[in-house]
């Protein structure tokens, strides 16, 4: 071989490298997104599976959680699948006495949608009341 093919190989090999970092397609599901007006956030890594939920880490690693600021209970992200731009999570509470499924839908505009599918009512304490949480919300990473 020669230099100039040699060139050619590690070039391509470079470009075809730097686009597969850049667009890696399950990167969509790891991280931190926020709903401001409620002042929720989930923290996820759906693809590897390895969150460990603040003062709970006894349960080990976990897909994620949902949590509200001013509060230290979350609903934890215990199964997730990932279809395209569309994950589908099951979570349940602190106390694993209630549970949810619902979709995380990344938008065109780079947002998250929130949708509510089955089981139990979102709800967090805040002060002396539980908050219920609407059945569709908007995240956005920060």
Request: aromatic letters at 10%; a positive charge.
């Amino acid at each position: 071989m020669n230099k100039k093919s040699v060139f050619v190989v590690v070039l391509l090999l470079m470009v075809t490298l730097g686009c597969y970092a850049q667009n890696r397609p399950d990167s969509t599901f790891i991280g931190k997104i926020y709903n401001d007006e409620l002042k929720i956030n989930i923290v996820m890594n759906l693809v590897d599976k390895n969150v460990t939920v603040p003062q709970q880490d006894i349960f080990g690693n976990v897909d994620g959680y949902m949590a509200c600021t001013g509060t230290e209970h979350v609903w934890t992200i215990v199964t997730s699948e990932v279809k395209g731009h569309t994950a589908h999570i099951e979570m349940i509470n602190n106390y694993g006495s209630e549970d949810v499924s619902a979709t995380l839908t990344l938008e065109k505009d780079g947002t998250y949608t929130y949708k509510h599918v089955s089981g139990s009512t979102l709800k967090f304490p805040l002060g002396q009341k539980w908050h219920k949480i609407p059945s569709k919300l908007v995240f956005k990473k920060k």
